[in-house]
């Protein structure tokens, strides 16, 4: 009797060692060993192809990553495009700028110049170093337009919602430094049009803590 349960708590013993031994690796997956947070900020360059125009702007990051393998995020970017010609030449770029910002029909030769602002919302999946980024956000334009020709001009702004996907690479510098280059693909937002409407490549410096 004595040696029947002597074995019994014997195999349960190693039965739940198996199962520990198992499992452990899966929390160390989800759960990290601190909650960390880290605030990130760089610049990028990249093309609007509903606009056909090249941007340049600059990104803050706010990252509170509670898991290891989840992070939320919330970012402000700003970008500018230059002066960009729409000629008879880009027909559909142009109809396009016109529906959207309200240029007369009459108007043959645009220069255009954007500013924009944008908040962002969203999440990170990293694989070790890897990560694939998505989320939504508010845009807002301000742009100045002029006819080439005829010399008119004006100016307003406009407001869209849009959403956004990437993928990135984190390095761990030393310390709490933090490097990133990131590259993403958003749609909607303005101007916004089907498909991709802006694509980004950038890089991020950023410092991290507990």
Same mark, same amino acid.
């Given at each position: 009797?004595?040696?029947?349960?002597?074995?019994?708590? *014997?195999?349960?013993?190693?039965?739940?060692?198996?199962?520990?031994?198992?499992?452990?690796?899966?929390?160390?997956?989800?759960?990290?060993?601190?909650?960390?947070?880290?605030? @990130?900020?760089?610049?990028?360059?990249?093309?609007?192809?509903? =606009? $056909?125009?090249?941007?340049?702007?600059?990104?803050?990051?706010? $990252?509170?990553? /509670?898991?290891?393998?989840?992070?939320?995020?919330?970012?402000?970017?700003?970008?500018?495009?230059?002066?960009?010609?729409?000629? /008879?030449?880009? /027909?559909?770029?142009?109809?396009? $700028?016109?529906?959207?910002?309200?240029?007369?029909?009459? *108007?043959?030769?645009?220069?255009?110049?954007?500013?924009?602002?944008?908040?962002? +919302?969203?999440?990170?999946?990293?694989?070790?170093?890897?990560?694939?980024?998505? +989320?939504? +956000?508010?845009?807002?334009?301000?742009?100045?337009?002029?006819?080439?020709?005829?010399?008119?001009?004006?100016?307003?702004?406009?407001?869209?919602?849009?959403?956004?996907? #990437?993928?990135?690479?984190?390095?761990?510098?030393? +310390?709490?430094?933090?490097? $990133?280059?990131?590259?993403? @693909?958003?749609?909607?937002?303005?101007?916004? =049009?089907?498909?991709?409407?802006?694509?980004?490549?950038?890089?991020?410096? #950023?410092? =991290?803590?507990?």
């Amino acid at each position: 009797m004595v040696k029947g349960i002597f074995n019994f708590q *014997v195999i349960r013993s190693i039965i739940g060692l198996t199962l520990l031994g198992f499992y452990s690796p899966l929390v160390a997956q989800v759960y990290p060993e601190r909650t960390t947070q880290q605030i @990130a900020i760089g610049p990028y360059v990249g093309y609007e192809s509903s =606009a $056909e125009a090249a941007v340049y702007g600059f990104d803050a990051t706010y $990252e509170f990553r /509670p898991f290891r393998r989840w992070g939320f995020t919330a970012a402000a970017t700003y970008d500018r495009s230059p002066f960009t010609a729409f000629t /008879p030449g880009s /027909p559909q770029a142009m109809q396009f $700028e016109k529906t959207r910002l309200g240029i007369p029909e009459t *108007v043959s030769d645009i220069a255009l110049k954007q500013g924009r602002l944008a908040l962002t +919302g969203g999440a990170r999946f990293y694989i070790k170093r890897f990560f694939i980024a998505g +989320g939504i +956000g508010w845009t807002t334009a301000d742009y100045t337009w002029k006819d080439k020709e005829g010399g008119d001009m004006g100016s307003g702004d406009a407001q869209q919602s849009y959403h956004y996907y #990437g993928v990135g690479y984190q390095l761990h510098l030393a +310390g709490a430094q933090r490097l $990133e280059f990131y590259f993403n @693909a958003s749609t909607g937002g303005v101007p916004q =049009a089907n498909g991709t409407s802006k694509v980004v490549v950038g890089a991020r410096y #950023g410092l =991290a803590w507990d």
